[in-house]
Antibody, heavy 118, light 109 residues
Framework: QVQLQESGPGLLKPSGTLSLTCAVSGGSFSSSHWWSWVRQPPGKGLEWIGEVYHSGSTTYNPALKSRVTISLDKSKTQFSLNLSSVTAADTAVYFC???????????WGQGTMVTVSS | EIVLTQSPGTLSLSAGERATLSCRASQSVSNSYLAWYQKKPGQAPRLLIYGASSRATGIPDRFSGSGSGTDFTLTISRLEPEDFAVYYC??????????FGQGTRLEIK
């Protein structure tokens, strides 16, 4: 079955760029799915960041749109998140997830903690 | 922007009891694209319900979802010890494309 695994630096400095990758294994990456990023700051709820379609089309949360880029690499069966100009408010656990045909997140990565601190 | 408001914020119940969690949307949710998740510390969210009322694969039948338009409910018929967690509702389709409720914490009484 499809599995997702996030990877990337766990610590970065303010004003830097957060870069994470989600590796997709165990299934077809070329199927008609959207692939998404969601985050959860410590002690807070879930926040959707954005998503990428297998064609490369993207949709972003308007609150983050100016700083976010999500892309996919079919040859490597992975998709990526770049978030620029980070601040302490971007400290969170970042999850990658697959969007099902019913617009629900049916498969999730385990999550990776990213801390922004000087 | 569509806002999802979950109530109560915290629900204190005992194992074996029935839990009823509410999710109210500020606007009608498109095509009943409303989902429910269970979230435990250190774990990824787990999809329970999609399309407002369909159980995801492997979800026990004590979990059920209902509702349409702006009012949705997640019901857990008989609480098991492993059900104590935070529950989130989520909508898809209105700008921003995806929003989550703020969560309901289900705790052991």
């Amino acid at each position: 079955q499809v599995q997702l695994q996030e990877s990337g630096p766990g610590l970065l400095k303010p004003s830097g760029t957060l870069s994470l990758t989600c590796a997709v294994s165990g299934g077809s990456f070329s199927s008609s799915h959207w692939w998404s990023w969601v985050r959860q700051p410590p002690g807070k709820g879930l926040e959707w960041i954005g998503e990428v379609y297998h064609s490369g089309s993207t949709t972003y949360n308007p609150a983050l749109k100016s700083r976010v880029t999500i892309s996919l690499d079919k040859s490597k069966t992975q998709f990526s998140l770049n978030l620029s100009s980070v601040t302490a408010a971007d400290t969170a656990v970042y999850f990658c997830a697959r969007v099902s045909g019913w617009a629900a997140f049916d498969i999730w990565g385990q999550g990776t903690m990213v801390t922004v601190s000087s | 922007e569509i806002v999802l408001t979950q109530s109560p914020g915290t629900l204190s119940l005992s194992a074996g009891e029935r839990a009823t969690l509410s999710c109210r949307a500020s606007q009608s949710v498109s095509n009943s694209y409303l989902a429910w998740y269970q979230k435990k510390p250190g774990q990824a969210p787990r999809l329970l319900i999609y399309g407002a009322s369909s159980r995801a694969t492997g979800i026990p039948d004590r979990f059920s979802g209902s509702g349409s338009g702006t009012d949705f409910t997640l019901t857990i018929s008989r609480l098991e010890p492993e059900d104590f967690a935070v529950y989130y509702c989520q909508q898809y389709g209105s700008s921003p494309l995806v929003t989550f409720g703020q969560g309901t914490r289900l705790e052991i009484k």
